[in-house]
């Protein structure tokens, strides 16, 4: 794939500077070009193709991404070579040249094997989730008024409308909701732990497992953010529930499935357990407090 994307990249750099000044290339050369740059992208397309599905979903997928960027990289350039007149190398043509140079030197960030296609992708959720959190917490740390810093506005005034603040009663919902929220951050960052450190990619049930995990970790930060939408005032305590038991049924599976995988030696299920008790607790709380809503 490395040797693949090197030969795209060469293709790039030859088309680019065939057009990138008069006189034009002849209908010859033009015919070599083309076959050239088609024949390394379908080169890549190929070696893409090799790669067997039981390597891993997680770690197939990202290829497939990085290949993707790479042909569609290819056409950008085409298109703009294309649509530009040849007088000078336009600013476009650079941009789209530069664009197929970056998208082939991805080839050696994309993970050797599905442990580490996993952890990759365990590590991108955890960012995602640590943002929410970070973001809400501060919202919550404001003050009365979430919308302070993007509401102000002179034209509106004095702002009395009690749909941008949150009464006692969402305020007691909002922390149970927000321990909620911590416990999702500490399941991803403990499960790509154990995956960092038990996780193989030797036999097929091992692959398999950590494709597992990957596939519903990957619906942990989705859950997060429809919950912590749902929190902003005007709070809708019904809305707030339902999307806190889908996050909580999203953990609860996280943690069922490491507990049931390699990654999980009886060691670590300490913290599994842990976890699946704070789950628990949050849970609870957001339903005795939303109980009179029903």
């Excluded at 397309?45 to 390597?55: C, E, I």
């Excluded at 197929?100 to 993970?111: D, R």
């Excluded at 050797?112 to 990759?120: E, F, L, P």
């Amino acid at each position: 794939l490395g040797q693949a994307f090197k030969i795209t990249s060469q293709e790039a750099t030859k088309l680019s500077l065939a057009f990138s000044r008069p006189p034009v290339a002849s209908a010859e050369d033009c015919q070599k070009l083309s076959e050239d740059v088609q024949n390394a992208i379908l080169a890549v397309a190929t070696v893409y193709y090799w790669l067997p599905k039981g390597q891993g979903t997680t770690l197939r997928k990202m290829v497939r991404d990085a290949t993707t960027e790479v042909v569609e990289g290819m056409i950008q350039l085409t298109e703009t070579i294309l649509s530009a007149p040849l007088e000078s190398l336009s600013q476009e043509q650079l941009i789209s040249t530069g664009g197929v140079w970056e998208a082939c030197e991805q080839v050696s960030n994309l993970p050797r094997d599905n442990q580490a296609a996993v952890t990759s992708a365990l590590a991108a959720c955890l960012g995602v989730v640590k943002d929410a959190l970070e973001e809400m917490e501060n919202a919550v740390v404001e003050g009365q008024d979430p919308y302070s810093d993007i509401m102000e506005d002179e034209e509106l005034g004095f702002r009395g409308n009690r749909d941008t603040y949150w009464s006692e009663a969402d305020r007691k919902l909002l922390s149970s909701c927000l321990g909620l929220m911590k416990a999702s951050k500490a399941c991803l960052k403990k499960v790509l732990g154990v995956v960092k450190a038990y996780g193989k990619a030797d036999s097929p049930e091992q692959i398999s497992q950590l494709d597992d995990l990957a596939d519903i970790a990957n619906e942990i930060s989705p859950s997060v953010d429809e919950l912590a939408l749902s929190m902003y005032p005007p709070m809708n305590q019904l809305g707030v529930r339902l999307n806190a038991a889908k996050l909580a049924s999203v953990l609860k599976k996280v943690l069922e499935i490491t507990k049931t995988s390699h990654v999980c030696p009886p060691s670590e299920e300490g913290w599994v357990q842990f976890l699946t008790g704070a789950v628990d607790h949050n849970m609870n709380k957001i339903k005795n407090f939303t109980q009179g809503q029903l």
